[in-house]
């Protein structure tokens, strides 16, 4: 199982970004999708997370309200739409699949099996 993600880059404070990961070689299905982050000298930090339906999500507190993940279980993608992004949030994010979540996620994601490498989010003016 291999993760790519893609949609990072450079961008002032308030500015919006869509990060995305597709998912390739899964050949089991329910599983929780999610993303985490790691600051330069900080430990890696769970971001969001999305059940295998999608109807149950979860969220950092300081990313609340203005993050918003989804999937698409047809093209094996998650995305993360990040709005009104602060200097805070700079970080290489990494997308992260859970193949033994239950079917509702109520909190981060605990048994991460598979890792995409990161892609960079530089939050700057």
């Known amino acids: 199982v291999q993760l790519q993600a893609s949609g990072g880059g450079s961008v002032q404070p308030g500015d919006s970004l869509r990060l995305s990961c597709t998912v390739f070689?899964?050949?089991?299905?329910?599983?929780?999708l999610g993303w985490f982050r790691q600051a330069p000298g900080k430990e890696r930090e769970f971001v969001a997370a999305?059940?295998?339906?999608?109807?149950?999500?979860y969220y950092k507190n300081s990313v609340k309200g203005r993050f918003i993940i989804s999937r698409n279980n047809t093209g094996n993608t998650v995305s993360l739409q990040m709005n009104s992004l602060k200097p805070e949030d700079t970080a290489v994010y990494y997308c992260a699949l859970d193949e033994n979540s239950p079917r509702v996620v109520v909190g981060p994601l605990l048994g991460v099996d598979y890792w995409g490498k990161g892609t960079q989010v530089t939050v700057s003016s």
């Open positions: 999305i059940s295998w339906s999608g109807h149950s999500s």
């Open positions: 070689g899964a050949t089991f299905t329910n599983y929780a």
